[in-house]
């Protein structure tokens, strides 16, 4: 019942298994290579020049915004603000007319002026 397989089928056969596996090794870095992101113009080099920009890009930006946030909170801190009242200029709240509501020196949602002068 068991049968026999000749040897030089076997031989054969373990030939053509090596010849294969030969050819797919020398095939398979040139398909890696085939599969590789092509870049304009063949540049494979230049992408990582433009990670390191990039890179350099956010770390300035975030620099930008710190750098921002400690001169606002400086001018916050400092006390330092306009004063309507301490800038009065002549050219300030000058009219020809007066204003069609109640009280004709106000601005219309100048609630503090409309509770003093009306």
Request: charged share 20%.
């Amino acid at each position: 019942l068991l049968h026999r397989v000749p040897d030089a089928l076997i031989s054969n056969m373990q030939r053509a298994v090596t010849a294969a596996s030969r050819a797919v090794r020398t095939v398979a870095p040139q398909a890696r290579a085939a599969t590789k992101r092509a870049f304009s113009a063949g540049h494979e080099t230049d992408s990582g020049m433009w990670q390191n920009v990039s890179i350099g890009g956010f770390v300035f930006v975030g620099a930008m915004c710190a750098y921002e946030y400690k001169v606002h909170m400086d001018h916050v801190n400092s006390g330092h603000h306009y004063d309507r009242e301490a800038n009065k200029y002549p050219y300030m709240g000058f009219r020809l007319k007066q204003f069609p509501w109640g009280c004709a020196d106000c601005n219309l949602f100048d609630a503090k002026c409309q509770k003093e002068n009306c």
